[in-house]
């Protein structure tokens, strides 16, 4: 389990700048998850979402995440890429990922 992965996720149009902490607990095998945002929506998904299992979330079907399901709740725009900053911050600190940028272009 990697020791901890941090995600800084600019989403883009909205201007909204995310921070993820994701902490491997070797005593839980858990990973735990701090979020700082500039947006409202993120903040509310980040009171909910505290530690999670790296294995469940990583090999679960999409709509079944434990990360997609919080955010299908409090976040009202689909193609907000920070959940998907989150799942690879918890892919990493549980030793599952390697750290590597992932890169959405637009053009």
């Known amino acids: ?3 901890e992965c941090k995600v800084t ?3 883009g149009v909205c201007k909204m700048k995310t921070v993820i902490v994701a902490r491997g607990n ?3 095998g858990m990973v735990d998850i701090s979020i ?3 947006c409202a929506n993120i903040l509310k998904m980040s009171w ?8 469940t979330e990583v090999e679960e079907a999409m709509n079944k995440s434990e990360v997609y399901t919080i955010a299908s709740d409090c976040i009202p725009h689909t193609a907000c890429p920070v959940p998907c900053g ?6 990493v600190a549980g030793g599952l990922g390697l750290k590597r940028d992932v890169t959405i272009k637009i053009e």
Not at 48 to 55: A, D, G, H, R, V
Not at 86 to 91: D, L
């Open 1 to 3: 389990m990697s020791d």
């Open 9 to 11: 996720v600019d989403a």
């Open 26 to 28: 070797p005593d839980t």
């Open 36 to 38: 700082e945002s500039d």
């Open 48 to 55: 909910t979402l505290k530690s999670i299992c790296p294995y």
């Open 86 to 91: 989150i799942v690879k911050a918890i892919e």
